[in-house]
């Protein structure tokens, strides 16, 4: 099971292989109904009081050398953890072209609202967002990790690919601002 921040800040919405059904429209829980979906080429804002869902693929391709000990299981955890990064990139994506639409910025966390921090070897990016995931948005998991044999592996090496189909949506524009003080409080 693939454990991002995304599965925490957002109700997780599971629809698996074994119930196939796509996902229907959630309803939007700003009351000018806007929200904004993720999409495979950036954030989309939608106008409505329902919001379609949008999915994309994300993929993992772990791979070793044959000489290497290493079982498929490991390999499978690489690229769930590989997973797990990228969805946590699509969130951040996410939230910050949402806050920054909606011109929500804020000096400090306000009431309601926890601090997350999203850092890399580049930048620190911090966001405010509700301290209900239900009010904030949905995650949406229509096929679960799924992995095979990665035949396009390089000579000598062993790989899988590893991936699954989700999708992500702001119901609520206003559960989510940026913050641009450096002392920002978690109240």
Aim: charged letters at 25%; a negative charge; glycine letters at 6%.
């Amino acid at each position: 099971m693939v454990s991002s921040r995304a599965r925490k800040l957002l109700v997780v919405d599971e629809i698996f292989k074994e119930n196939p059904k796509f996902p229907m429209p959630y309803e939007t829980l700003s009351p000018d109904g806007r929200s904004y979906i993720l999409t495979a080429d950036g954030v989309n804002t939608w106008q409505g009081s329902w919001t379609p869902p949008h999915l994309i693929r994300i993929a993992s391709f772990p791979t070793v050398r044959e000489a290497v000990f290493t079982t498929e299981e490991e390999m499978v955890q690489t690229g769930v953890d590989d997973i797990a990064r990228q969805e946590d990139r699509y969130l951040l994506r996410l939230l910050a072209a949402t806050a920054d639409r909606e011109k929500n910025i804020a000096n400090k966390v306000p009431f309601g609202y926890k601090l997350v921090k999203f850092e890399d070897e580049f930048e620190t990016v911090k966001l405010a967002v509700i301290d209900s995931p239900g009010k904030l948005g949905v995650f949406i998991s229509y096929l679960d990790v799924a992995h095979e044999k990665n035949h396009m592996a390089a000579k000598g090496n062993v790989g899988l690919v590893v991936d699954e189909l989700v999708g992500m949506i702001v119901l609520n524009p206003a559960g989510v601002f940026l913050i641009e003080d450096d002392d920002a409080n978690s109240n």
